[in-house]
């Protein structure tokens, strides 16, 4: 149980394209989903809290506009980059928490992540 | 900073080995949890052990927990190649909601 699925696992696209990442979870409801970063050989970058049915909470130096977040549903976030330029590349990792039970003793389910190449 | 140090870096041992990681932090914690990353992959949840809990155990793998030092183990026993990945152990951030990975150990087991 407890699976997330991350949506594409690898795209490469233009400067100056949008690019939407799908973050799923496809048997437990999360009403709270986490954006991370990784940059090569590097830990994992929290970006973002998404809630769903409210706004995100970034973190510090995480560009809002830049890298826009929904959380529509109990089951979906997505993370889109605006206006990619090549410095966006990287490995974005979605990460969910079952919404039930208080957060702290439960671990976060993550995706594979998406593989962003900005060329 | 809620963000556990891992040391050391880097590992290298042989199939059969036991490999052992730390992680050390500062800030006063409810739990620690390890997790493990495949080269390319997202992170699989390992183990978590409460600020209660002295040990614990799961199949080939042992955590300690030492509060009054503020740093954990992680024990894999008897290496096997598939065990070569990065470990990250991983604290909760201060509104209590995200977790914050340290930088992990590059482990590496040959055959």
């Known amino acids: 149980g407890a699976v997330v699925s991350q949506h594409p696992s690898w795209v490469i696209c233009k400067s100056g394209t949008s690019v939407k990442i799908e973050c799923r979870s496809l048997?437990?409801?999360?009403?709270?989903m986490f954006w991370y970063r990784q940059f090569p050989k590097q830990s994992l970058m929290l970006m973002a809290t998404?809630?769903?049915?409210?706004?995100?909470?970034?973190e510090q130096g995480v560009e809002k506009d830049k890298f826009l977040i929904n959380h529509a549903s109990l089951t979906l976030s997505t993370l889109t980059v605006t206006s990619a330029h090549p410095e966006d590349s990287s490995f974005y990792i979605c990460?969910?928490?079952?919404?039930?039970?208080?957060?702290?003793?439960?671990?976060?389910?993550f995706g594979d992540g998406t593989r962003l190449s900005i060329l | 900073s809620q963000q556990g140090e891992e040391d050391p870096q880097a590992l290298s041992i042989q199939e059969g080995e036991n490999a052992t990681m730390n992680c050390s932090y500062k800030?006063?914690?409810?739990?620690l949890q390890w997790y493990r990353q495949n080269s390319g992959r997202g992170l699989v949840h390992l183990i978590l052990?409460?600020?209660?809990?002295r040990e614990k155990h799961s199949g080939r793998l042992r955590v300690t927990l030492d509060t009054s030092k503020k740093s954990s183990s992680l024990l894999i026993t008897a290496s096997r190649a598939a065990d070569t990945a990065s470990y990250f152990c991983?604290?909760?951030?201060?509104?209590?909601?995200?977790?914050?990975f340290g930088k992990g150990t590059t482990l590496s087991v040959s055959s």
């Open positions: 990460s969910a928490r079952d919404g039930q039970g208080p957060a702290g003793g439960q671990p976060q389910h």
């Open positions: 048997d437990f409801q999360a009403t709270t």
């Open positions: 998404s809630n769903e049915g409210s706004k995100a909470t970034y």
């Open positions: 800030t006063s914690i409810n739990n």
């Open positions: 052990i409460r600020s209660n809990e």
């Open positions: 991983a604290l909760r951030n201060q509104a209590g909601t995200a977790l914050i």
